[in-house]
């Protein structure tokens, strides 16, 4: 199994700001993901961190919203840029593979 | 559309009691089915993970059952304790989507009362 933290785990940004979300993984993993859960919805994959390449963003998600780092195999970071109130959700990484995937505890954060 | 439903949205449950939420899905090819349990403030936690060929698997007291002909699953929760009041989250997994992408359920928002 992989334990894995976020940091901030909750902040309230004002709009046109950008905050920065970090993920750690207690063990080196070959696969990172970054969701967005919004209330009362399905989490949704915005993008999949690659460790020494650009990530591999969804359908609707763009770097230049939600650019990713992935400078080593347990650590990566998703910045949520230029902020609006529709971007307030709660942020979600996670590690694993085909079997499984574990989640991190999340990041709830408010756009006001 | 979501290619994963479940039923019912949100229930209320008396502790001790057992109770027993629907999952169904349209994702084909199929690879596996998973359901996770989600505390308020707190990432999914993976309870049971099953395969095409399975058909029950318990973790303590959840049993989920798969039934792959259907495309139905379920999760059973017996002797239910306050410690359940949680969001349980039906996943499944296809080997087409490629790059480890999962459908989503919605989530059963399960809440136990003494």
């Known amino acids: 199994s992989a334990v894995i933290s976020q940091k901030p785990s909750r902040d309230i940004c004002q709009r046109g700001t950008s905050l920065t979300i970090q993920c750690q993984v207690d063990?080196?993993?070959?696969?990172m993901f970054w969701y967005r859960q919004q209330p009362g919805q399905s989490l949704t994959l915005i993008a999949t961190a690659n460790q020494g390449s650009e990530a591999t963003y969804e359908s609707g998600f763009v770097i230049d919203k939600f650019p990713i780092s992935r400078p080593n195999l347990t650590f990566s970071t998703l910045t949520v840029s230029n902020m609006s109130p529709e971007d307030s959700s709660i942020y979600l990484c996670s590690a694993g593979g085909t079997d499984t995937q574990y989640f991190g505890p999340g990041t709830r954060l408010t756009v006001l | 559309k979501n290619q994963v439903e479940q039923s019912p949205q949100s229930l209320i449950i008396l502790e001790g009691k057992n109770c027993t939420l629907q999952c169904n899905y349209t994702v084909s090819p199929f690879s596996n089915l998973r359901w996770y349990k989600q505390d308020t403030g707190r990432g999914p936690v993976s309870l049971t993970i099953?395969?095409?060929?399975?058909n029950t698997k318990s973790n303590g007291r959840y049993t989920a059952t798969l039934d792959a002909d259907t495309k139905q699953s379920s999760l059973h929760i017996t002797a239910s304790q306050l410690s359940d009041s949680a969001s349980y989250i039906c996943v499944v997994t296809s080997p087409d989507y490629g790059n480890n992408r999962l459908a989503f359920g919605k989530g059963n928002q399960v809440v136990v009362i003494p």
């Open positions: 063990s080196q993993v070959t696969m």
């Open positions: 099953m395969t095409f060929s399975e």
